[in-house]
């Protein structure tokens, strides 16, 4: 005989099936991935209000960006605002960086360059190219969550650089700016205590002021773009962090490394030209990438020369990085169809070069 328990259990059992039929519950499959590998689907995102949908999102912001320059800080991002992209072909609306994005204010962003419908033209009436320049959209907490609810087909580029060199040159750029620096090793790890993100919201009062050896690791912040399979092991080993992964299926990103901006290898330069140019659909031709003087004359207090022996404990943590990021790069990202580039030997080249230490370089030369 059936006890009354039994029957009151298989009743609770029945409920919980019948709500689950009813509401459509079910585990997805990236349900089943490490917390750190999930793609966050949009009702998940903190940002999304209640009534907005997806669909009234992107006719609300449709068409008011071309492209998007999201990566990274002390990288070339600048030069190509000004030099490459500071024609009359393009409208950016300010001189500074524009991240409301990351700033969760997508609001402020739609009032700087109104309806996708209103575009500026240039003097001969072609419709100018508006874009965005944030080189920390890629690594904040809400960047990426909103650029795949209101521009899920952006065009991204990205710029990359030595972690080393990189690490130095920020360092140095904050001494500029007359920050009070901690000393190099205080900088190792990530940028905010307890988080996985960079600074949204006053980065400049922050202990690191957003210089830290953690944003080397640029395979992290290129992965939350979504572009490759992470269904082996060797690869999650390599993105081992708690940053949201997103899904932006129909964006297109394209890389490069600042030293084919740089140097006297004209054809390079030129051919990167010639391909920035296709990947944006551009009717006329960029400027040539001319190398533009830095306006420093005098060397300012605390500046850090990478190379001194006493920061070599440093560079190994920063080639380390550099190592596991040129690695997925070439393994996993390069491979996604959405992902372009200009000459890739010659970049694949340069990236190769984030294993070795370039102290040692100069040192034999």
């Known amino acids: 005989m059936i006890s009354s328990w039994q029957i009151a259990i298989t009743i609770l059992l029945l409920g919980s099936l019948l709500i689950s039929l009813q509401f459509g519950l079910s585990l997805s499959p990236d349900a089943l991935l490490p917390e750190q590998n999930r793609r966050l689907p949009r009702s998940a995102h903190p940002e999304t209000a ?15 960006l071309d492209f998007a320059h999201v990566g990274f800080p002390k990288c070339g991002t600048t030069f190509m605002q000004h030099h490459v992209f500071g024609n009359e072909d393009f409208f950016y609306q300010t001189d500074r960086e524009i991240c409301d994005l990351s700033m969760n204010d997508p609001e402020k962003l739609l009032s700087r360059f109104g309806s996708g419908k209103e575009k500026n033209t240039t003097t001969t009436g072609i419709i100018k190219k508006q874009f965005t320049k944030c080189p920390k959209d890629l690594e904040t907490e809400y960047g990426l969550p909103l650029y795949e609810k209101y521009f899920p087909d952006m065009k991204f580029i990205v710029n990359v650089r030595h972690p080393v060199r990189w690490f130095e040159s920020f360092y140095n750029y904050r001494l500029r700016r007359g920050f009070r620096m901690p000393p190099p090793a205080e900088l190792i790890g990530p940028c905010v205590d307890d988080s996985p993100y960079v600074c949204s919201f006053n980065c400049t009062l922050t202990r690191t002021t957003q210089v830290c050896t953690d944003r080397t690791r640029f395979h992290h912040a290129l992965s939350r773009l979504g572009k490759t399979p992470m269904n082996t092991r060797a690869e999650k080993r390599m993105l081992n962090h708690q940053m949201s992964i997103h899904s932006l299926s129909d964006a297109k990103v394209f890389i490069l490394d600042v030293d084919q901006m740089e140097g006297e290898d004209f054809t390079l330069t030129n051919q990167l030209r010639d391909d920035i140019q296709q990947f944006l659909e551009l009717e006329h031709a960029l400027p040539p990438m ?3 003087p830095s306006k420093t004359t005098q060397m300012q207090k605390d500046r850090i020369d990478i190379c001194e022996r006493k920061y070599k404990f440093i560079r190994d943590i920063l080639i380390q990085n550099g ?8 393994t996993y990202f390069l491979q996604s ?26 040192e034999n030369n």
């Open 50 to 64: 209640v009534g907005d949908t997806p669909e009234f999102a992107n006719h609300k912001f449709a068409g008011i």
């Open 290 to 292: 001319k190398h533009v």
């Open 323 to 330: 190592a596991e990021a040129s690695e997925w790069i070439q």
């Open 337 to 362: 169809p959405d992902v372009y580039l200009s000459s890739r030997d010659k970049f694949i080249y340069m990236i190769d070069q984030w294993k070795s230490d370039p102290c040692d370089t100069e």
